[in-house]
């Protein structure tokens, strides 16, 4: 029996076929390949597999512990959501590059040396920007040339460290690294957290997600931030900026909603704010800490593709996405909205839903810490969260001012889909130990104290009460708000201005110039090194050839073949030596 299936194979050699089937047989394919992934990470034993020497260094292409086999389950299953809501895709390649995507990152889960890693990195980055360009719009073009121009960046230093890394412990081997942050550490480090879109690495997140494809969109959601959280939690626990990181990140990522008026981008930004909770677990480093942190990711991973598939229902059936072009679809998509609510309340900590049985360990984790700081700014990001994800947003996409919109419910594949998320969103918030078995170390915590329990209703309620008193100050506006992504924006079109115009000129003057001047010269000058050449050199050589050529005759002529005369004229030779020897003595 085989211990050992590499769900990530799967995917990547089961993209493969996609493009040659059609109809139905399709739609039963591109099921089946995730379905099977599930089975392969339910009956894989723990051990490291693939054990080999490349370049004489010691590689695993995949090891398997608690920690991989919780981010793997979570991923398959958030695999085979998304697949079932893109079943309705009649083109191949979004299928493709889906599962090129969920492969790479089953890669990285499972890899368990640097080089492995790397590989499947570099996958994820290609396979995801692919999503973006689908859409096929302007904007989509731009942003997605933009999230390759960031993430090769990300790799560049990754790939950096890691090669400063094994040169300077002799192993490429992917594990906790513990000799402090060093040079080769903090690439290694910034490579992760670029992916993890911590600030003021985060803004190809908000950029590029809002302008991939519908069905895109909600596969990015998933993978590429919670990888980042997997690597961190498998090489930097107990980091200790990573705490302010986080904390940072959650009050970020909420802040930023408030502004935003599209709502995919207003999710997007709360992706930021969610894995700030995800990386202060990690940098915090203990156990309860550590498994905050990725019971938290698993739950993420859900709740928020819901949200995205929720939100893209409505792009998918209006052809809009900003807030204030949106308004009266409770009367049409019920089942839409009711669907989304489930994800609302599940990110915003809801008893009973699953963002409430694992962010709250976090924040416990930070209490029991003693981090009275970061409790209270991780309290408010989550008072943020459900004031703008799960009032503001419904609000005014569902409710509000009605556009008139000829709208229907979306496909049945994506309702299905949905319903599958928020069947997990509950089940995981009403079960929680379910969860807490798949973590990778003991739980000893129980969400569903009668103070928990209150305390979360009352920083909930008090939030609803203040989105009632304050909502004309919420109207979103048509505007677009300006973030870190301003920099390398700005600098692409400062460079861009600087080679076409100061740059262009200056090569423009240096031609003139030359053709105007040097090259005359320069041709004069090999005119007259030709005539050189041709009169004088050639002449010259001409000259001793025609000279030699004589004296050559004249000896042949002299030679006659009587030993009497070539005796007469070796006397005469030594007598002419004599002559000049004496004269040049004297």
């Known amino acids: 029996m085989t211990d050992f299936v590499h769900p990530g194979l799967l995917f990547i050699l089961g993209a493969l076929p996609i493009p040659i089937l059609k109809g139905s047989v399709r739609k039963a394919y591109v099921l089946l390949i995730p379905t099977l992934a599930i089975l392969a990470v339910l009956t894989m034993h723990p051990g490291g597999y693939g054990a080999a020497r490349f370049i004489g260094q010691q590689i695993m292409i995949a090891k398997v512990d ?21 079943l309705h895709l009649t083109h191949a390649g979004q299928h493709v590059a889906a599962f090129v995507y969920v492969g790479s990152a089953l890669g990285v889960v499972f890899a368990g040396d640097y080089l492995t890693l790397f590989l499947f990195w570099e996958g994820m980055t290609f396979a995801s920007a692919y999503l973006v360009f689908a859409q096929r719009s302007e904007q989509a073009l731009r942003a997605g040339f933009r999230y390759l121009m960031v993430h090769i960046t990300g790799s560049v230093a990754l790939l950096g460290g890691i090669i400063l890394h094994g040169f300077a412990t002799g192993s490429v081997l992917f594990g906790p690294i513990e000799d402090g942050l060093g040079f080769a550490t903090c690439l290694i480090l910034a490579g992760f957290l670029l992916n993890a879109a911590v600030p003021p ?12 494809t519908v069905t895109g969109a909600v596969f990015m959601s998933a993978f590429t931030t919670k990888t980042a959280v997997y690597v961190l939690a498998r090489a930097f626990p107990g980091t200790d900026l990573l705490v302010w990181l986080g904390t940072v990140m959650a009050l970020y990522g909420v802040i930023y909603a408030v502004l935003e008026n599209d709502c995919r981008r207003l999710l997007a930004y709360h992706i930021v704010s969610q894995v700030g909770y995800m990386v202060a677990g990690i940098g915090i480093g203990t156990e309860m800490a550590v498994n905050g942190a990725v019971s938290h990711a ?3 991973i859900l709740y928020k593709a819901l949200l995205f598939m929720g939100a893209g229902a409505v792009i998918h059936v209006t052809g809009r ?7 009266g679809l409770y009367k049409t998509m019920p089942v839409t909205l009711a669907l989304y609510m489930v994800g609302a309340l599940a990110i915003s900590a809801f008893p009973f839903f699953s963002g409430f049985v694992t962010k709250s360990m976090v924040v416990a984790a930070a209490g029991q810490d ?6 209270l700014a991780l309290t408010m990001a989550s008072s943020g969260t459900f004031l703008h994800t799960g009032l503001k947003l419904p609000y005014y996409m569902f409710f509000g001012t009605d556009q008139g919109l000829e709208a229907r419910e979306p496909p049945r594949n994506m309702l299905i889909a949905m319903g599958m998320a928020a069947v997990l969103c509950i089940a995981i918030g009403v079960f929680p130990q379910t969860l807490y078995a798949l973590l990778p170390h003991p739980v000893d915590f129980d969400p569903y104290t009668g103070i928990h329990i209150t305390e979360s209703l009352g920083v909930l309620m008090f939030t609803a009460l203040g989105f009632v008193i304050f909502l004309r100050a919420l ?3 048509n505007t677009i708000s300006i973030d870190t992504d301003w920099f390398y924006r700005m600098g692409a079109r400062r460079f861009m201005w600087l080679a076409e115009n100061p740059l262009a000129r200056y090569e423009k003057a240096v031609s003139d110039v030359s053709e105007t001047a040097a090259l ?6 090999a005119r007259a090194g030709l005539r050189i050449d041709l009169r ?9 050839a025609r000279a030699i050529l004589r004296s050559g005759g004249a000896l042949r002529r002299l030679q006659s073949g009587v030993v009497t005369h070539y005796a007469l004229a070796m006397i005469a030779g030594v007598i002419a030596a004599i002559a000049v020897f004496a004269v040049a003595w004297r």
């Open 536 to 544: 004088g050199v050639d002449a010259l050589v001409n000259a001793v």
């Open 321 to 327: 996405r900003k807030l204030t072009e949106l308004g």
């Open 475 to 477: 109207d979103p506006e």
């Open 370 to 375: 003693h981090r009275a700081l970061v409790v």
């Open 66 to 86: 608690k920690l991989s086999v919780l981010f793997a389950t979570v991923f398959s299953i958030m695999a085979l959501i998304g697949t079932v809501y893109a």
């Open 298 to 300: 698993f739950a993420h």
């Open 520 to 525: 005359p010269f320069l041709h004069g000058m």
């Open 201 to 212: 690495l985060n803004a190809w997140l908000t950029d590029a997600y809002p302008e991939a």
